[in-house]
């Protein structure tokens, strides 16, 4: 390193490439698993934008980063040039999410905004690590009731999320058991769905 600066400590650097190691591996080892969940994910949601439906996703903390990012992604563009497509995450709004956890309870945070907003033929797309979050449990069964398709990224064993699941929804699971493993997997699944919506919209770059 120049002007003088020492090297970083190697203990530091070596668990920098542990960090790395571990998520390589966790990767590996889950794409057979899940490549043709995330493919019939895919399916499903472009099925749904190409009847002019929209997709609302949901998660907390960072999984609330990825419901962000997925939807900026949708709205926007993500590696292609295209119209941008009908996606809200249902964690941006502050006013509603306290107001919601205030009067009512923090698991009814979106569950509320799924059944004002979600309409029959709409995607929901739940984010959680563990498969416990209350609020994104709530979210699936109030969207099932709006006659709407769930899409789950999920993680661990699945939870009580896997059992909420219909026979028309995705499971996209990653197993293992930490969280921010699981939460990098979720990531380049995002990327993933990102890819294969724009493949099947706009066709073979």
């Known amino acids: 390193m120049g ?7 190697r203990t ?20 057979e698993l899940l490549a043709p969940v995330v493919a019939a994910a895919a399916e499903r949601l472009a099925a749904a934008l190409l009847a002019d439906r929209k997709i609302l996703i949901c998660g907390n903390g960072g999984s609330a980063a990825d419901a962000q990012h997925f939807s900026a992604e949708l709205l926007n563009r993500f590696e292609r040039e295209r119209p941008g497509l ?3 995450s249902l964690t941006t709004d502050t006013s509603t999410l306290t107001s919601i956890a205030n009067d009512y309870d923090f698991a009814s945070t979106f569950s509320k905004q ?17 498969g ?5 449990l709530r979210a699936v069964e109030a969207a099932h009731e709006r006659g709407m398709t769930c899409i789950a990224l999920n993680g661990r064993d699945g939870g009580p999320l896997s059992a909420l ?6 499971n996209i699971c990653v197993p293992g058991p930490s969280t921010a493993r699981i939460q990098e997997v ?13 493949h099947q919209l706009l066709g073979q770059t």
């Open 86 to 88: 009908p996606a809200v």
């Open 132 to 136: 416990h979050s209350p609020n994104v």
């Open 12 to 31: 530091l650097i070596a668990r920098v490439r542990n960090h790395f190691e571990e998520s390589i591996l966790t990767a590996r080892n889950a794409v």
């Open 186 to 198: 979720h990531g380049i699944v995002i990327h993933c769905l990102c890819d294969l919506i724009d």
């Open 165 to 170: 699941l219909r026979n028309d929804d995705v």
């Open 3 to 9: 002007n003088g600066a020492q090297a970083p400590d």
């Open 114 to 130: 799924v059944r004002a907003l979600g309409q029959a033929g709409d995607v929901l797309v739940g984010i959680t690590t563990s």
